[in-house]
């Protein structure tokens, strides 16, 4: 159980196109989800926490207008990168809350590689 | 600010030893207390999570929870080449975020 699926696995675009990750999970379903950003050799950065028909939560220095989360359903969560620009290039991973009797468990899918040429 | 602290390592085992790996958090309202293991490249997987002091053990794995001290750590008996990863230490405070450590590097030597 507690499986994530993300899409694509990796995508190159060219700068100043927009590009859209998927994220679902395929046997629960999570109130909340999370979308992450992970730069080469180092450690996890939370980009933004989303819950099911409310607005994302973005960290601080995260631009909300640039990566834009829709939380379409308790399955269903998208990331769009705005015109990306090659310091977007990245691994994006998201996570959803199992959260069974608030255990606060969280499954990761496996990542989208964002490469912006 | 709430803060989990790991060593980076990398902490060298030779095969069949046992990997401790240790994490320190400064919230004292933590409830909920994690590990994750992420292979070079890969997204984090989940291998175990513990809520109540003491040890909590899953095959070769073992989770030790001191809440007195804010400690928390893994071991990993029997260790092998393909625990070889980074392991991340995640503790939560009573709501959905989790705050990550930076993670310590394993290295497990044949």
């Known amino acids: 159980g507690a499986v994530v699926s993300q899409h694509p696995s990796w995508v190159i675009c060219k700068s100043g196109t927009s590009v859209k990750i998927e994220c679902r999970s395929l046997d629960f379903q999570a109130t909340t989800m999370f979308w992450y950003r992970q730069f080469p050799k180092q450690s996890l950065m939370l980009m933004a926490t989303s819950n099911e028909g409310s607005k994302a939560t973005y960290e601080q220095g995260v631009e909300k207008d640039k990566f834009l989360i829709n939380h379409a359903s308790l399955t269903l969560s998208t990331l769009t990168v705005t015109s990306a620009h090659p310091e977007d290039s990245s691994f994006y991973i998201c996570?959803?809350?199992?959260?069974?009797?608030?255990?606060?468990?969280?499954?990761f899918g496996p990542g989208t590689r964002l490469t912006v040429t | 600010q709430k803060e989990v602290e790991q060593n980076s390592g990398p902490l060298s085992v030779p095969e069949g030893a046992i990997a401790s790996l240790n994490c320190t958090y400064s919230?004292?309202?933590?409830?909920?207390f994690f590990w994750y293991r992420q292979y070079s490249g890969k997204s984090p997987e989940l291998i175990m999570f513990?809520?109540?002091?003491g040890d909590k053990e899953d095959g070769r794995f073992t989770a030790q929870l001191n809440k007195a001290s804010q400690y928390v750590s893994l071991l990993i008996r029997d260790s092998q080449p393909s625990d070889s990863a980074t392991y991340l230490c995640a503790v939560n405070a009573g709501y959905s975020t989790l705050t990550f450590g930076k993670g310590t590097m394993l290295l497990v030597s044949p």
């Open positions: 996570s959803m809350d199992y959260g069974e009797m608030g255990s606060y468990e969280q499954y």
């Open positions: 513990i809520y109540s002091n």
């Open positions: 919230d004292r309202g933590s409830q909920s």
